[in-house]
């Protein structure tokens, strides 16, 4: 097997191969990575209809929780809809596996083969979840703007959160939050140079995810201290920070203060993959259980 | 017969046992796992109840807080004697794995748990979920909740039969991987059907609620056990709903059946 670099874990900097070849092959994976989820009409009806179903009695519970108290202003029963439309939205484009696909890919020795291609192994794990992203966002957003166009009074309410904020943080918020998806996935995925299995830690993320996303309540209903603590995860960046900004409930300096500690969050998550990498692959003896 | 079935058990908990142990760390994921999804959705319960004003549909916080533990009583159960098996029947079929669970000399879905494990792993969640569904048994019983006999009795029908809608659901959401080249998110489309069944039916509008109670009956998971044992229902409604469950469960089995009488031998996994 040909040395692999330990110093970069994208390994970009490697001069044997062009970037042309690069840029040509991760197009064509990730092409093949669509055509391969769109082969499966089925998983994917399956997916949406049952997404569909679960949020809708979901939204029916907070919908009542918010209309039976006349009292309370922090959240109208419509802003509730908004939140878990969008909410809905943003989990099922990160829905992706590729925390187990690595785990498994390193357990069963397939590395071994991913790593020869002519280009590096986390970009094709990089690429195959943003085009999971781009698959599922094809599909889910109709089913959005569906349910935003009948639900009387969603448009306006989503208009209204739109018109507060400039238009460039809704793209940043959403990059970051795709790139804090992908990114913590992998770490999790590159556990499997270490332990026989990812599976538990994985399940690990998955509880932390719903805690701290703000997929299952709205993330600021949490007490402060608390909401505080879920800004310093990248889990409060794949759901509740896109979903707050593009319902403008997120002001413009506490947008910055937020994407700010975002990018730092992504820094971290970006060196810990680099260390898991570095350690990982020179230990990696490409004998698969 | 009987002896052989519990034989077969015996030997199914021996081996689960010993495999799950293999991966000791399996014990602490789930126990961090399981611990973590307790309170995210013991939070998100709260914080709705919460901002509700302190009562929804007609239920007190901690009567919500009921529901939804005996809803995480039933889930712990459902993911240590029943997850291992019948979410691998997406993989079974794809891959042709499915021909040797077929070849056993007993009931398709028997076999399938048979070729599977017991998650023994997670048994001590439902000891916590357990502790957890008495705690606020006894918070109820202090602000003056009285139970008789009877009532306990409905909460355990009632929980069995929801036991039974479960796992009917799951069946529901699995048997199609039967019908398709590949189907592996049966796994994902269960865990979001029953995530419904920790509300109180109340909070649905008429027809999600009758939808939940006849046609995917998961009220009878928690809501319907809970409001037996709080004596909300009366006992026609209650044996209105222990039927629908029955003939849910019982429909769900033979529809495994139809699927596994199609499994044709000649997928691949490729």
């Known amino acids: ?289 | 017969m009987m002896r052989f079935y519990l034989k077969l058990l015996k030997q199914l908990f021996s081996l689960s046992a010993s495999s799950m142990l293999a991966y000791r760390s399996n014990v602490v994921f789930f126990f961090l796992f399981e611990s973590f999804f307790l309170m995210a959705n013991m939070g998100g319960m709260f914080l709705g109840v919460n901002l509700a004003g302190g009562q929804l549909a007609g239920w007190t916080l901690d009567e919500v807080m009921f529901i939804s533990s005996l809803y995480s009583v039933g889930h712990q159960l459902f993911v240590t004697f029943c997850m291992g098996g019948l979410f691998s029947t997406g993989w079974f079929v794809w891959s042709g794995r499915m021909d040797y669970v077929l070849l056993k000399p007993l009931h398709p879905l028997l076999a399938l748990h048979a070729a599977s494990e017991f998650v023994i792993s997670n048994i001590p969640n439902i000891i916590i979920n357990g502790c957890l569904l008495i705690v606020f048994f006894l918070k109820l019983l202090a602000n003056g909740l009285t139970v008789s006999l009877q009532q306990v009795g409905g909460l355990v029908l009632f929980f069995s039969a929801g036991m039974a809608v479960r796992y009917g659901v799951a069946l529901l959401v699995v048997t199609p991987a039967f019908f398709a080249e590949k189907l592996a998110e049966g796994e994902d489309a269960y865990w979001s059907l029953q995530s419904l069944a920790k509300y109180p039916t109340g909070v649905f509008p008429r027809a999600m609620q009758w939808v939940f109670t006849f046609v995917l009956p998961i009220a009878t998971i928690a809501a319907v056990p809970a409001d037996v044992f709080f004596g909300k229902t009366s006992m026609a409604s209650g044996a209105t709903y222990l039927g629908t469950a029955v003939l849910f469960s019982w429909l769900t089995v033979k529809f495994y059946e139809l699927g596994a009488r199609r499994y044709q031998s000649v997928n691949t996994g490729a």
């Open chain 1, 1 to 289: 097997m040909r040395s692999h670099s330990h110093r970069d874990p994208w390994e970009l900097s490697r001069s044997s191969v062009a970037w042309t070849t690069v840029v040509n092959a991760s197009w064509l994976y990730f092409t093949q990575c669509i055509q391969a989820a769109l082969l499966y009409r089925s998983s994917l009806a399956l997916f949406v209809v049952t997404e569909a179903f679960a949020y809708a009695g979901f939204i029916a519970f907070w919908y009542k929780a918010a209309a039976s108290n006349p009292n309370q202003t922090f959240y109208t029963p419509l802003a509730l809809v908004l939140y878990f439309a969008l909410a809905s939205f943003h989990h099922g484009i990160q829905h992706h596996t590729s925390s187990r696909d690595i785990g498994s890919d390193i357990r069963l020795g397939k590395l071994s083969y991913a790593i020869i291609r002519p280009f590096p192994y986390l970009l094709q794990a990089l690429l195959r979840s943003i085009a999971f992203t781009i698959t599922y966002g094809v599909l889910l957003l109709p089913l959005l703007v569906i349910a935003v166009k009948l639900v009387p009074g969603l448009s306006q309410e989503l208009a209204k959160g739109w018109s507060i904020i400039p238009w460039w943080q809704y793209p940043i918020a959403i990059v970051i939050g795709i790139m804090a998806s992908c990114l913590i996935r992998i770490v999790i995925g590159l556990l499997a140079f270490d332990m026989s299995q990812v599976w538990g830690p994985d399940t690990l993320f998955i509880a932390l995810y719903y805690s701290a996303s703000g997929v299952i309540f709205p993330i600021d209903l949490l007490p402060a201290t608390l909401l505080a603590a879920a800004q310093w995860t990248p889990m409060y960046y794949m759901v509740g920070f896109p979903v707050l900004t593009l319902m403008g409930r997120i002001s413009n300096t506490e947008f910055n203060e937020h994407a700010s500690r975002g990018l730092i969050v992504l820094l971290a998550t970006s060196a810990i993959v680099a260390i898991l990498w570095r350690r990982g692959i020179k230990r990696f003896e490409a004998i698969g259980i």
